[in-house]
């Protein structure tokens, strides 16, 4: 029981992880896209 507990742990911290590369890539891509004037608002946000 306690190992299988384990894995989905890892399970759901690697999913956690998974989402938390997409978003900063999408902040990336949003960033390289933007002009000057955004990219100083988005480091506001951040």
């Known amino acids: 029981m306690k190992q299988r507990k384990i894995i989905v ?5 690697f999913t956690r992880a998974q989402i938390c590369l997409k978003v900063i890539k999408l902040l990336i891509d949003e960033r390289e896209r933007g002009a000057c004037s955004d990219d100083c608002a988005g480091q506001g946000k951040m």
């Open 9 to 13: 742990h890892y399970s759901d911290e």
